[in-house]
């Protein structure tokens, strides 16, 4: 077996001279025996002050106590002690010096035997590395002040489910404990009925897509409150989901006023029917003759606008679909014109609510005079609603046509009635919109042109 030649002081000392780190060699009493090159270089010209036992002083205070401290547990316990301190560096402390920070080690060094030779205390400079240790931290700090200011409730959802993390809102929100590690299965927190929705949200987010859905939580005591759930990927740089944010909304208040508008609505509806009845009554009332032709036409030109009401108060006035306003307003042509009637366009189009007055009374009126004189007033005439989208971007055009075939022979009208306007004038005052009527022999033709932007409340994507 080979013994490995002694480490004489002059070899070892040379060979702390090449380390980077600021060394002192000290012995089993705590007297410095040597500073290394590094050591006496930082120390300048300051060398019988720092290259020396009183190299402490040159710590600020505030971490000086550390120091002692490790120094005292190394020499009653013999191990290693590690812990950070800042140096003033080479000029006199001063209090508004805030020093450099290093890392402070005493590392024993022992024979075979295990007998303590001497110490090795090492200063290691990690001050850029603490002042970027220092920055993350802020960051961190100030990034979870700013969530937990926000009264929205927000997560981090690992792609198993589970919770890696909640802001303040979203602990008293699910009675979770900030303090708790967190990693439970987020779904787990919900109510049940949210289990279902909030699974399906959390799989389209996994594949990188955007989510929502909505959720009702109510704790014992408490009214019910109404969230709105949005979850969004987290990506890493290769675009792989890494985590899932999601940020839950307390919309009770949007929901609340959203029954209120919507009860006001259908009273207001309700009430505007009543009108429409009541004139609809004193109508009958006033004139010498209830039945005569021009109280009956006058009657259904009044349900035509309550028929329209009911389909925007449905649809809380934002609207109704293209085909329910068409249907609703040929009602009038009774069972056997609706074997036909040929309604024919996308079903998913929907109406502005000013287009579904103005329309649905032109459909109205044309319905009319196709049961009096048109393609309804005979066995064998067919009458074909249609409607399209044509152009892209602000150049699509909402087109709705009516075509009427095999009635009866008509001609043009010798004057221009309250039917005209409500055929033609009026549904022009959409703006960019424009009415075609021709009569041709078999049947009406009639067509709606307008700017889609300007009549209905969105397109399909495809």
Not at 185 to 190: E, T
Not at 210 to 218: E, H, T
Not at 279 to 298: C, E, G, K, Q
Not at 432 to 442: F, I, K, L, Q, Y
Request: hydrophobic share 40%; net charge negative; aromatic share 6%.
């Amino acid at each position: 077996m080979k013994i490995a030649p002694a480490v004489t002081p002059s070899s070892m000392n040379a060979t702390l001279d090449l380390l980077p780190d600021l060394i002192c060699v000290v012995s089993p009493e705590r007297r410095s025996d040597y500073f290394n090159k590094a050591w006496r270089s930082h120390a300048g010209g300051s060398q019988q002050d720092f290259a020396s036992d009183a190299w402490v002083n040159w710590i600020i205070p505030e971490d000086r106590e550390k120091i002692e401290q490790a120094l005292r547990l190394s020499l009653d316990t013999g191990e290693q002690q590690v812990t950070e301190c800042r140096l003033t560096g080479c000029v006199s402390h001063s209090p508004s010096c805030r020093g450099r920070w290093f890392l402070f080690r005493a590392v024993p060094h022992r024979d075979a035997d295990g007998t303590l030779r001497f110490w090795f205390h090492i200063l290691t400079d990690v001050h850029e590395q603490k002042l970027r240790e220092q920055e993350t931290s802020h960051t961190a700090r100030m990034r979870m002040a700013m969530l937990n200011v926000s009264s929205d409730c927000i997560k981090v959802i690992n792609t198993d489910g589970t919770l890696a993390h909640m802001n303040d809102a979203g602990c008293m929100a699910l009675n979770v404990d900030a303090d708790s590690g967190f990693g439970m299965k987020w779904l787990s927190l919900l109510p049940e009925a949210a289990w279902e929705p909030g699974e399906q949200a959390l799989e389209e987010a996994r594949n990188g897509a955007g989510a929502r859905f909505g959720g009702l939580s109510q704790i014992p005591g408490a009214p019910p409150r109404y969230w709105d759930n949005v979850l969004t990927p987290l990506l890493n740089a290769n675009g792989i989901v890494e985590a899932i944010l999601c940020v839950s909304r307390d919309v009770t208040k949007v929901k609340e006023n959203e029954d209120r508008i919507g009860m006001l609505l259908r009273e207001v509806t309700h009430r505007s029917r009543n009108m429409l009845t009541v004139v609809r009554a004193m109508l009958r009332r006033t004139v010498p003759d209830p039945y005569a032709s021009f109280v009956t036409t006058l009657d259904q030109r009044i349900t035509a606008i309550a028929r329209g009401l009911d389909l925007l108060v449905r649809e809380q006035w934002t609207g109704a679909h293209v085909k329910d306003v068409v249907t609703a307003h040929t009602a009038i042509n009774g069972e056997t014109g609706i074997n036909r009637l040929r309604i024919d366009g996308d079903s998913r189009l929907r109406l502005r609510a000013e287009a579904v007055e103005k329309i649905g009374l032109a459909i109205h009126e044309l319905t009319t005079n196709a049961v009096h004189y048109g393609a309804f007033s005979n066995d064998t005439g067919t009458v074909t609603v249609s409607w399209q989208v044509e152009g892209k971007d602000d150049d699509t055009l909402f087109q709705l046509r009516w075509k009427e075939r095999d009635g009866p022979p008509i001609t043009e009208p010798s004057s221009k009635g309250f039917g005209t306007a409500v055929i033609e004038r009026n549904p022009r005052g959409i703006e960019g919109a424009n009415v075609v009527c021709r009569h041709d022999p078999d049947g009406v033709f009639w067509e709606f042109t307008a700017p889609a932007r300007r009549v209905l409340t969105s397109l399909p994507n495809n």
